[in-house]
């Protein structure tokens, strides 16, 4: 009897074996071929994408991530149909795993997104300064999540692409030489010719600034105690852009010192047109009253 068990058991698990044979090969095959078809397509793939002049990090995110993932997605899915699985169901629970993820992760999901709209508009690049939320340094590095940059103090500040992108972005090295504008004040009494004449002497020598295009001094604006100047000056590269904005203030400053030009403070003046007689009459009654001291003595 056990013999005829054996016998029996050993026969259906050998026709089982023959049985799913082909199937187990021919998910093998499936993978081999998706397999194949990723080695095959990803270097030309990346060569269409460099020729668009796509950011060699995003070129890495959409073929070796991206692409990579729904190839295996749809590897997985025709393998496991070759075996006689339930592919609708295994579907359906991708679906709502993914739905799920996505209601759990909907902040890096947006990082994310916003990540490939930076690598995708490139308003700014590895190396670049930019002043973003508050922010003033160098682009360090851009990931899908963040962009990383280091600031004047050589603080490191990781800021996530969302806010990146919702904010307002200056690019201070986009576009190679860069304009400084530095405010200085003179007094209202102070010809501006001449004020123009030293500050220009002054800073035309300064290390950093260039000579053509040529620095010049112009009126922003007539302030409340002051006639308010900029000084505008170019360099080569927004890496120095702060040093030389303090060089060229110093400059003026000591230039229109030397010059005897006056920088005035913050002042307010009132101008008193007429007084009622009925006021001085008051303020004469004030004037013959007894002070404090001689009440107490009194």
């Known amino acids: 009897m056990n013999t005829l068990l054996k ?28 397999w194949l078809l990723f080695r095959l397509t990803r270097k030309p793939a990346r060569f269409v994408l460099e020729k668009a002049n796509i ?11 991206l692409y990579k993932f729904v190839l295996v997605v749809f590897a997985v899915i025709m393998a496991a149909s070759q075996v006689g699985l339930n592919v609708g169901a295994m579907l359906a629970g991708i679906g709502v795993a993914g739905i799920a993820l996505g209601f759990a992760a909907q902040d890096s999901l947006a990082n994310s997104i916003a990540g490939f709209l930076i690598f995708w508009d490139k308003p700014f690049e590895v190396g670049d ?8 340094g160098q682009v360090k590095e851009i990931t899908l999540r963040s962009t990383r940059i280091r600031t004047l103090n050589n603080t490191f500040v990781v800021l996530p692409n969302k806010g990146v992108i919702d904010q307002v972005l200056v690019n201070h090295s ?7 504008e530095v405010p200085v004040g003179i007094a209202y009494k102070e010809h501006i010719p001449d004020a123009r004449k030293v500050i220009l002497e002054m800073v035309r020598g300064l290390e950093g600034v260039l000579q053509e295009p040529a620095p010049d001094v112009v009126v922003k604006q007539l302030g409340p105690s002051s ?4 000084v505008r000056v170019w360099i080569k590269n927004a890496r120095y852009e702060m040093p030389i904005f303090y060089r060229v ?10 010059a005897g030009i006056q920088i005035p403070y913050h002042h307010l003046q009132l101008f008193i ?10 303020a004469a009654q004030l004037s013959r009253l007894p002070s404090a001291g001689a009440i107490g003595r009194s």
């Open 7 to 34: 016998s029996i058991d050993a026969e259906l698990v050998y026709n089982t074996i023959l049985r799913i044979i082909p199937d187990v090969l021919a998910a093998l095959a499936v993978l081999f071929g998706f």
């Open 55 to 65: 950011h060699k990090n995003l070129i890495d995110l959409l073929i070796d991530n």
């Open 129 to 136: 300064l930019i002043s973003v939320a508050g922010e003033y």
């Open 174 to 180: 986009k576009h190679g030489e860069t304009r400084i």
């Open 227 to 230: 006639v308010d100047l900029i």
């Open 249 to 258: 203030m110093e400059a003026s400053k000591l230039a229109l010192d030397a």
């Open 273 to 282: 047109e007429s007084i009622d007689d009925k006021i001085w009459e008051k």
